[in-house]
């Protein structure tokens, strides 16, 4: 089943539970077109996963396919909530296959996944700076979604300009509570730029109480030919201090 919440004039959240029917793909169709013909504006969409939903007949995927070819040419942004890994890569996927903007976030960053629905344009996140350290350090702090541009626009022309007046930089990045997910093309673009770089780090510091990030973290550690530690968010000024040394 697919509960449909029409309480939001901007948006319209939809919350998919176990086995879905071709009934529920129509009911989501008649709530979105008549949204549009009620209001003459077309409604971005936010899909709440609390696990992973399954069709029950052939006809129910059809019409779920039908469903997403004739709207994604007109609904704007598409935010998924959910806490499934599986979620991680699902704006990466759609991009290949769909025109609407697609954005994952976790179940606890509800009301922003209703924010970003809500807004006209896509700005779903940043890298901050974070001053006070030393000329030769890249300290940054992610804050809500981010993408492959923000490394191209904020922590590659950082790193780069670093590189024209040391032999190695030092790079700390900080990912608190006001971060909220990579996006596909950033994972790639992380991989791609530290392949690129990584004999041009002679320290990274990452602080970060998100359990998959410190994980991960932590697995690839003895596989970097750097010095790289990961702290939690109430060590930021150990690290603070160890990236100085």
Known sequence: MIDIDLSDPDI????????????????????????INATDKVPNLLIRLGGLPHWDSIGALT?????????QKIVAKVAVVG?????????????????????????????????????????PGRFETIEGLPADVVALRAIGIITAQDYR??????????????DKVKCLIVIGDDFTSYAGDAIWADTKF??????????????????WIARAAKMFMPLMPISFRAFAMAELDEAKGWIRG
């Open 12 to 35: 319209i959240m939809l919350s998919p539970k176990g086995a879905l029917s071709k009934s529920d793909f129509d009911a989501v169709a008649d709530a979105v077109d008549g949204r």
């Open 194 to 211: 530290g392949l690129g770089h990584i004999r041009d780090f002679g320290r990274v510091a990452l602080v970060t109480d998100i359990g």
């Open 63 to 71: 019409r779920h396919f039908h469903f997403v070819r004739v709207h």
């Open 83 to 123: 806490d499934s890994p599986l979620l991680a890569l699902l704006p990466e996927i759609a991009d290949q296959f769909v025109k609407a903007k697609v954005r994952r976030f976790p179940e606890g960053k509800l009301e922003e996944a209703k924010a970003w629905a809500r807004a006209a344009e896509d700005d």
């Open 153 to 166: 626009d904020t922590l590659i022309p950082l790193i780069e300009e670093k590189l024209k007046t040391h």
